[in-house]
């Protein structure tokens, strides 16, 4: 049985890049543009937003920007698969979001390649951080204040801990640990409960914040 292309809503005031984009994921069979918009009020009023699998959403619009416009729309439809595009490097603006509940974080000069790997780990339900993006945050950081956990993370969690800020999903942890899936996500739903986080996307900034893992 043939794969459904992932549906994808574009969100972004420049219309050459949001053409350009949507041409380069058209071209793959694998996903389908079924909307665009050109700020956030109009993302808002996007009568597909229920439909689609996978938003992309720039950050700086005119009229409602992203952080503003993904608020909305997760208080309506909390299940929706958010990737934030951005030229920005500052970490505030990926903090926002976090706690928002985005699930993935571009840079705008990411390479198709790099997009279409993160569209797929959001919509699989995996959170995604482009790597420039966490190098920038490391470096930006380490002069943060560490605030540590309430319950000290084990040798095993903070193997696991790093394997997940670099991308990994629960089964290629399990393969290069050599333990099974269902510990992984055991491991993880631990790691979870010790850092007070909502998700994943929330536990790598908390991890990269508090000095837990070197990216």
């Keep these: 049985m043939e794969e459904k292309p992932c549906r994808i809503i574009l ?35 996007c009568p597909e937003i229920n439909s689609a699998d996978v938003i992309l959403l720039d950050i700086d619009m005119p009229e409602m920007n992203g952080i503003v416009a993904a608020e909305r729309a997760l208080a309506i439809y909390p299940e929706l698969k958010i990737i934030t595009l951005s030229m920005f490097g500052e970490e505030d603006y990926y903090f926002s979001m976090v706690s928002i509940g ?74 290069l640990l050599f333990i099974s899936k269902r510990t992984v996500d055991k491991h993880r739903a631990n790691i979870l409960a010790k850092t007070n986080c909502k998700n994943t996307a929330n536990l790598v900034v908390y991890a990269i914040k508090n000095k837990l893992v070197e990216i």
């Design 11 to 45: 969100v972004d005031d420049h219309t050459l890049f949001r053409n350009g984009l949507k041409t380069l994921l058209n071209i793959n069979p694998k996903y389908t543009v079924i909307a665009e918009a050109s700020n956030g009020r109009e993302f808002l009023d």
């Design 102 to 175: 985005v699930k993935g974080f571009l840079l705008k000069n990411s390479d198709i390649d790099e997009v279409q790997g993160a569209i797929d780990t959001v919509n699989d339900g995996g959170s995604y951080f482009s790597q420039e993006l966490l190098y920038n945050l490391v470096s930006n950081l380490r002069n943060t204040p560490i605030h540590n956990t309430d319950e000290e993370l084990s040798e095993r969690e903070r193997e696991v801990l790093l394997m997940i800020c670099k991308g990994l999903s629960n089964q290629e942890i399990g393969d």
